[in-house]
């Protein structure tokens, strides 16, 4: 893999109080689409979006992006977050969430570069 990129720093990820995370994390949450998967920021950060994943049994995780390789860290109950550009679109000059995979190294050192079911919406 190749060097992990920096996103700035003053970049802060689409808040989720820690009750939701926490259902969330257990499986106990009505509507997981609206947790996990990647979120556009808004107002200042709307150039950003926040990629949530759940990976409990993990100890890394990097969002892969046809732009750059952004580490998440680990934020609640095995639920990893990430803030990456988001893609602007000439056109209509609105902002999108790129296409993206998932880079896992597992507490027993497995690793997987999978999708991320949440990445798509229901």
């Not at 009750?19 to 107002?43: C, F, I, K, M, R």
């Not at 750059?68 to 109950?77: P, T």
Request: no cysteine; hydrophobic share 35%.
């Amino acid at each position: 893999m190749s060097t992990v990129t920096n996103i700035n720093e003053d970049a802060v990820a689409v808040p989720v109080r820690q009750d939701v995370l926490a259902a969330v994390s257990n499986a106990e949450y009505y509507n997981p689409h609206e947790v996990l998967g990647g979120h556009l920021g808004t107002g200042k950060g709307a150039d950003t979006v926040t990629v949530r994943v759940l990976r409990p049994m993990a100890k890394k995780v990097v969002i892969l992006t046809k732009n750059g390789e952004y580490e998440a860290k680990h934020e609640y109950n095995g639920i990893f977050t990430a803030v990456i550009p988001a893609v602007k679109h000439t056109k209509t000059k609105s902002w999108s969430v790129p296409s993206y995979r998932v880079y896992t190294v597992e507490i027993d050192g497995s690793e997987s570069t999978d999708d991320d079911s949440y990445r798509y919406l229901p």
